[in-house]
Nanobody, 125 residues
């Protein structure tokens, strides 16, 4: 089992920045690919970004457009999502997730084995 706990969400004005953190415990963190999804009210959960187990590969959703950066620190068993130039449409619950295997279907929630409880990000205009 892997336990994931997100933090860093909050209320921020449009144009601002946030850094979301995901603390992992349980099985060896470095064995897992780490991802972020988000879910806005009334919408389906959507892929945001994923980083490979060794931190070398990163993949992003098209809507990110250079505003988001995913990273990880194996020494701290943590993953991060830096979000810049926030927009009201970024308002959502952001979920941290972990996958033992990563395929070309990495943007599908079904690829991921463990999920956190989520952290709310609200962007005011």
């Amino acid at each position: 089992q892997v336990q994931l706990i997100e933090s860093g969400g909050g209320l921020v004005q449009a144009g601002g920045s946030l850094r979301l953190s995901c603390a992992a415990s349980g099985r060896t963190f470095s064995n897992y690919h780490m991802g972020w999804f988000r879910q806005a009210p009334g919408k389906e959960r959507e892929f945001v970004a994923v980083i490979t187990w060794n931190g070398i590969g990163t993949y992003y959703a098209d809507f990110v457009k250079g505003r988001f950066t995913i990273s990880r620190d194996s020494a701290k068993n943590s993953a991060y999502l830096q979000i810049n130039s926030l927009k009201p449409e970024d308002t959502a619950v952001y979920y941290c997730t972990a996958a033992r295997r990563l395929t070309s279907n990495y943007n599908s929630w079904s690829e991921y084995d463990y999920w956190g409880q989520g952290t709310q990000v609200t962007v005011s205009s």
